[in-house]
């Protein structure tokens, strides 16, 4: 069955690693260039017209850190772990 719970950081690490390798290799065709270092923060980025979003993200402490354009105008949000 099916069971849907919270993300654990810690106890999820290598699950959400192997998750963002894959998706990386998906979107540039190879691993060169994923680092497997220890991440001590994470971004992402999110059209600031975006409300429902943005309240979502927020209300997790995410931070905005810089604006975009690339191509289309975005906030890049971050939060460390």
Known sequence: ??????IDIN???ETI???????????FGN???FGDEDV??????VAPNNERAMR?????DMQKLIEEQSPY?????????
Do not use: A
């Open 40 to 45: 001590g923060e994470y971004h992402l980025r």
């Open 56 to 60: 979502f993200y927020k209300k997790f």
């Open 11 to 13: 106890l999820d690490r």
């Open 73 to 81: 105008h975005v906030w890049r949000l971050g939060k460390k772990m």
């Open 17 to 27: 690693i192997s998750f963002r390798k894959d998706s990386y290799l998906v979107s």
């Open 31 to 33: 691993k060169d260039g």
């Open 1 to 6: 069955m099916l069971k849907f719970r919270p």
